[in-house]
Every structure is written in C-alpha cells, then in structure tokens.
C-alpha cells in the first residue's frame, strides 16, 4: 500500500517562498507518477505540477515559472518548490501517485494514492 505524507505548508506573504515535500512509502518510488494538486475552499481540485515515470515533468500554466517539481530518490520524496507566491496561491496542497499514467497528468481522476494535505496560506 502506497502512503504519502506531506509537510512544509504554512503561512507567507505575497512574493514569498515554501518548499512542500512528499514523502512516499509502501512502493517502489521510480515506479510511481506523481502529482502535486491543491484545493481552495469552495473550488474543485486541481493539477499543479505533475512528474512521469520517465522524470517528464508538466507544469500547469498557472504556476509555469514559478513552482518546480524535484525528487530525491534515495528519500523517495518529491518537493514542490513554490516560489513568487500569490494570494490565489492560497490552497490545501495534496501530493498524489498512481503507478502507471499516460496523460490526464491534471486530472485528480486516475491517482490512486493520496496524502493527507498541507495548507497553504498566502497574505497581500
């Protein structure tokens, strides 16, 4: 069983910088896509960033320049880099897997596996 914990959410000001992380367990890590997606209060759950198998990583427009995805594989743990936040930044933030994807990488859909979120808050 895939388990996902994140960490790193907090509370900054506008223009500021966080670094989410997402520890993964239960499964062998470079077999997993992986995903960050957040969700703000009375909105729908969206794709943030999201890395293949194969290391290709996809960007959503809203953040392109502004938030990176890496891994560390010996940790098996994937970062979020957010950086020029923005108060529509503001959201709970999910990591998310799935072992095999092709496409729909922003769509919440197809991931099986979730973690359990961590807020982010961003001030004007």
């Known amino acids: 069983q895939v388990q996902l914990v994140e960490s790193g959410g907090g509370s900054v000001q506008a223009g500021g910088s966080l670094q989410l992380s997402c520890v993964v367990s239960?499964?062998?890590?470079?077999?997993?896509?992986m995903g960050w997606f957040r969700q703000a209060p009375g909105k729908e759950r969206e794709g943030v960033i999201a890395v293949a198998r194969s290391g290709t990583t996809m960007t959503a427009d809203s953040v392109k320049g502004r938030f990176t995805i890496s891994q560390d594989n010996a940790k098996n743990t994937l970062y979020l880099q957010m950086n020029s936040l923005k108060p529509e930044d503001t959201a709970m933030y999910y990591c998310?897997?799935?072992?095999?994807?092709?496409?729909?990488?922003?769509?919440?859909?197809?991931?099986?596996?979730w973690g359990q979120g961590t807020q982010v808050t961003v001030s004007s």
């Open positions: 239960g499964y062998s890590y470079s077999q997993l896509a």
């Open positions: 998310a897997a799935v072992r095999g994807l092709k496409g729909r990488w922003f769509d919440p859909g197809p991931y099986n596996y």
